[in-house]
């Protein structure tokens, strides 16, 4: 299966989809709790859901306001998100994060 | 209340952007839109909706440049600005009046001088070398204006009709008697060279300048290749008895001030605003044959001075020696262009020398360290009183790219025009009722094309007119007020003009080294076609590949 590239935002995305597998998250959820900008965060779903990594589907809301999107990881996205996670975290142990106050 | 504005201006921003991506990204467009209704305050939700609008544009981009990148959902006439005409009228507006505010640049005469200089490189393409030159010569003679005549007749490079019209200024005023100098100093090799030297020496005696001339008037009559070595004996006494005269002279006179005196009064009164012309005399400096040769008879003159002082004759030689460092010092002093103070200063370096080692052999110390420091001072590369380059404002640097952005810009604008052009063409064939399918077809390709150029008109434009604006004002301050302060600036940029940007000014000098040789004059043109046409080539691709490549369409 061709992958996409995984950048240190992407993984940030899968990280927050690994927290809760089984939950639909919107994209303004995913936005405040990595603080990606609509303008990095949507190409990286984009991306995802391009490669059958992540589904997608409409959710209807009170009258009035318009449906929202929601997302998922697809098995096989669940298992590339273990995968490479798994990979970064050694790395992330060597190397300090800019962001990390400690 | 405002906060319901800005939210909605947020919106519409994001709307017209899902309108302009692809059929497919689309939804992910409304996703972004459906989410604006949850993000908390306007500032926030306006900062969503432009992240969201740059990634529709990017995709609409992508789309435009590989559009079977994705599987599109066709329609019929689809893609960009297809479906929604109103959208279509409001990009066309929108480059209209793009092309509009560009067009009234030109009304600016900064803009039009500045975009002269960006398309002088094509110049020599057009077959008419210095086509403004000659028309202000045709009317300065048919006015029998003398001044106007001797202004064309010092920066005309036709060696014939340089002389021409010098005789004819001078025929017209006695007065500008100095303009054969100008002339015969950029082409002593003409016939005319030697009566006009006899008649120069007796208007201004003791001028160096015409000595110089008439030296190297001798070599060119024997042939310029081998230089000194083919002169006979005869000739080599002439000419070093010439250059003997020259270097006695108390004076040295290159007429530029006369030369911009002339500029400040011919220039405003025939319009003539072609800076390259105008700043020609001031960019041409002595000719190289003149350091050439004052640098061998200075050699000639200080060996003679150390034989004498083999001799014993040390007044002897020491007066040979001060004849070189008196010469060095009277260009240095008098002269007004970069080469003239490097030859002053390279023979007073070369005489201090000399002085120093004569000074060293009879053990005086104190006149050998001064000598030395003198020596050291004048030293053409490493002294501190080169008088080379000439000081400026802007650096070297700084000219060349401001030159380089100036070259861009001006090609930009003729790109970007051309694309217009031919976009609106496409759309005006594409309305009319028995236009092709392909016409049709083309139309939303057409109407980004016009928007994306026009816009880029615009914006060149404004580039052009702003990195040259200052050089105008050096420009003007020096025809009007005949303030040179920064016109070393004005010329490193004229210079740069000339050179292929992001070429290194080495490998561009041996470039054009090479090309001087082999006689090509349209070295720039070349480069320049052939940027172009690759920008065609590239553009014409994209077009290709966007109707070849395109899928058929299907019912929904």
Same mark, same amino acid.
């Not at chain 1, 950048?7 to 709790?33: I, K, M, N, Q």
């Not at chain 2, 001028?207 to 000739?235: C, D, K, P, V």
């Not at chain 2, 003539?272 to 000639?300: C, G, I, M, W």
């Not at chain 2, 399918?437 to 094309?449: C, D, F, G, N, W």
């Given at each position: 299966?061709?992958?996409?590239?995984?950048?240190?935002?992407?993984?940030?995305?899968?990280?927050?989809?690994?927290?809760?597998?089984?939950?639909?998250?919107?994209?303004?959820?995913?936005?405040?709790?990595?603080?990606?900008?609509?303008?990095?965060?949507?190409?990286?779903?984009?991306?995802?859901?391009?490669?059958?990594?992540?589904?997608?589907?409409?959710?209807?809301?009170?009258?009035?306001?318009?449906?929202?999107?929601?997302?998922?990881?697809?098995?096989?996205?669940?298992?590339?998100?273990?995968?490479?996670?798994?990979?970064?975290?050694?790395?992330?142990?060597?190397?300090?994060?800019?962001?990390?106050?400690? | 209340?405002?906060?319901?504005?800005?939210?909605?201006?947020?919106?519409?921003?994001?709307?017209?952007?899902?309108?302009?991506?692809?059929?497919?990204?689309?939804?992910?467009?409304?996703?972004?839109?459906?989410?604006?209704?949850?993000?908390?305050?306007?500032?926030?939700?306006?900062?969503?909706?432009?992240?969201?609008?740059?990634?529709?544009?990017?995709?609409?981009?992508?789309?435009?440049?590989?559009?079977?990148?994705?599987?599109?959902?066709?329609?019929?006439?689809?893609?960009?600005?297809?479906?929604?005409?109103?959208?279509?009228?409001?990009? !066309?507006?929108?480059?209209?009046?793009?092309?509009?505010?560009?067009?009234?640049?030109?009304?600016?005469?900064?803009?039009?001088?500045?975009?002269?200089?960006?398309?002088?490189?094509?110049?020599?393409?057009?077959?008419?070398?210095?086509?403004?030159?000659?028309?202000?010569?045709?009317?300065?003679?048919?006015?029998?204006?003398?001044?106007?005549?001797?202004?064309?007749?010092?920066?005309?490079?036709?060696?014939?009709?340089?002389?021409?019209?010098?005789?004819?200024?001078?025929?017209?005023?006695?007065?500008?008697?100095?303009?054969?100098?100008?002339?015969?100093?950029?082409?002593?090799?003409?016939?005319?060279?030697?009566?006009?030297?006899?008649?120069?020496?007796?208007?201004?005696?003791?001028?160096?300048?015409?000595?110089?001339?008439?030296?190297?008037?001798?070599?060119?009559?024997?042939?310029?290749?081998?230089?000194?070595?083919?002169?006979?004996?005869?000739?080599?006494?002439?000419?070093?008895?010439?250059?003997?005269?020259?270097?006695?002279?108390?004076?040295?006179? %290159?007429?530029? %001030?006369?030369?911009?005196? !002339?500029?400040?009064?011919?220039?405003?009164?025939?319009?003539?605003?072609?800076?390259?012309?105008?700043?020609?005399?001031?960019?041409?400096?002595?000719?190289?044959?003149?350091?050439?040769?004052?640098?061998?008879?200075?050699?000639?003159?200080?060996?003679?001075?150390?034989?004498?002082?083999?001799?014993?004759?040390?007044?002897?030689?020491?007066?040979?020696?001060?004849?070189?460092?008196?010469?060095?010092?009277?260009?240095?002093?008098?002269?007004?262009?970069?080469?003239?103070?490097?030859?002053?200063?390279?023979?007073?370096?070369?005489?201090?020398?000399?002085?120093?080692?004569?000074?060293?052999?009879?053990?005086?110390?104190?006149?050998?360290?001064?000598?030395?420091?003198?020596?050291?001072?004048?030293?053409?590369?490493?002294?501190?009183?080169?008088?080379?380059?000439?000081?400026?404002?802007?650096?070297?640097?700084?000219?060349?790219?401001?030159?380089?952005?100036?070259?861009?810009?001006?090609?930009?604008?003729?790109?970007?025009?051309?694309?217009?052009?031919?976009?609106?063409?496409?759309?005006?064939?594409?309305?009319?009722?028995?236009?092709?399918?392909?016409?049709?077809?083309?139309?939303?390709?057409?109407?980004?094309?016009?928007?994306?150029?026009?816009?880029?008109?615009?914006?060149?434009?404004?580039?052009?007119?702003?990195?040259?604006?200052?050089?105008?004002?050096?420009?003007?301050?020096?025809?009007?007020?005949?303030?040179?302060?920064?016109?070393?600036?004005?010329?490193?940029?004229?210079?740069?003009?000339?050179?292929?940007?992001?070429?290194?000014?080495?490998?561009?000098?041996?470039?054009?080294?090479?090309?001087?040789?082999?006689?090509?004059?349209?070295?720039?043109?070349?480069?320049?076609?052939?940027?172009?046409?690759?920008?065609?080539?590239?553009?014409?691709?994209?077009?290709?590949?966007?109707?070849?490549?395109?899928?058929?369409?299907?019912?929904?």
């Amino acid at each position: 299966m061709k992958t996409p590239r995984i950048s240190p935002e992407t993984l940030l995305v899968l990280e927050r989809f690994l927290e809760r597998p089984a939950d639909w998250l919107y994209g303004y959820e995913l936005s405040r709790v990595t603080g990606l900008k609509s303008g990095t965060l949507y190409p990286i779903l984009m991306r995802l859901e391009k490669h059958s990594l992540l589904e997608a589907c409409w959710v209807a809301t009170e009258d009035g306001v318009p449906p929202r999107h929601t997302y998922r990881l697809t098995p096989n996205g669940l298992e590339l998100a273990r995968t490479k996670l798994a990979e970064a975290r050694p790395r992330s142990m060597v190397r300090q994060p800019a962001y990390c106050s400690g | 209340m405002l906060e319901v504005h800005i939210r909605q201006a947020a919106t519409i921003f994001l709307e017209t952007a899902i309108r302009i991506a692809p059929p497919d990204i689309r939804g992910w467009g409304q996703a972004m839109l459906g989410e604006m209704n949850y993000v908390e305050g306007p500032w926030a939700a306006t900062m969503w909706a432009l992240g969201g609008t740059s990634v529709m544009l990017k995709q609409a981009l992508v789309a435009l440049v590989i559009p079977g990148r994705r599987e599109q959902e066709m329609v019929l006439d689809g893609g960009l600005f297809g479906r929604n005409a109103s959208v279509r009228n409001a990009a !066309l507006v929108i480059g209209g009046a793009c092309v509009l505010a560009a067009l009234l640049f030109f009304v600016a005469p900064p803009f039009r001088q500045a975009f002269q200089v960006a398309l002088e490189p094509y110049q020599v393409v057009s077959g008419s070398i210095q086509p403004g030159l000659k028309t202000l010569a045709r009317q300065a003679e048919a006015r029998h204006d003398s001044e106007g005549v001797a202004f064309c007749a010092v920066r005309v490079q036709d060696p014939r009709e340089s002389a021409r019209l010098a005789a004819e200024a001078v025929h017209l005023d006695p007065n500008l008697l100095w303009v054969y100098a100008a002339v015969a100093m950029r082409n002593p090799g003409l016939s005319e060279t030697g009566p006009w030297v006899e008649k120069l020496e007796q208007w201004d005696p003791q001028n160096a300048l015409f000595y110089l001339i008439a030296a190297e008037s001798m070599q060119q009559a024997n042939g310029h290749q081998a230089r000194w070595s083919h002169l006979t004996q005869e000739q080599e006494r002439a000419w070093q008895n010439v250059m003997a005269a020259a270097f006695r002279a108390p004076k040295f006179d %290159d007429y530029f %001030d006369r030369v911009a005196e !002339l500029n400040r009064r011919v220039v405003p009164r025939y319009g003539f605003r072609n800076p390259y012309e105008v700043a020609s005399r001031d960019r041409t400096d002595l000719p190289l044959h003149a350091f050439q040769n004052s640098e061998r008879f200075a050699k000639l003159l200080l060996q003679s001075g150390v034989d004498l002082e083999a001799k014993g004759d040390r007044a002897g030689a020491h007066e040979k020696y001060w004849t070189v460092g008196r010469f060095g010092q009277v260009l240095d002093s008098q002269g007004h262009t970069d080469l003239e103070h490097w030859m002053g200063t390279t023979l007073q370096a070369m005489a201090y020398g000399q002085l120093q080692a004569s000074a060293d052999k009879e053990g005086n110390q104190d006149e050998a360290a001064l000598f030395g420091y003198l020596a050291a001072k004048f030293d053409p590369v490493k002294g501190e009183h080169t008088g080379f380059p000439p000081q400026s404002t802007f650096g070297l640097e700084t000219s060349r790219r401001n030159a380089a952005v100036v070259e861009i810009s001006g090609l930009m604008i003729l790109v970007f025009s051309g694309l217009v052009a031919i976009a609106t063409w496409i759309l005006i064939v594409g309305t009319r009722r028995n236009a092709q399918r392909s016409a049709h077809r083309a139309r939303p390709v057409a109407t980004i094309v016009v928007l994306t150029s026009a816009v880029g008109l615009l914006f060149s434009s404004v580039t052009l007119y702003l990195t040259y604006r200052p050089y105008w004002y050096i420009f003007q301050s020096a025809i009007q007020s005949g303030d040179s302060v920064q016109t070393a600036d004005f010329r490193y940029f004229l210079f740069g003009s000339q050179m292929i940007p992001g070429v290194s000014s080495r490998l561009h000098i041996a470039l054009l080294d090479a090309l001087f040789y082999s006689r090509s004059p349209s070295f720039l043109f070349y480069v320049w076609t052939g940027v172009t046409l690759l920008g065609v080539i590239g553009l014409a691709l994209i077009l290709l590949r966007h109707f070849l490549g395109r899928p058929h369409a299907h019912a929904p």
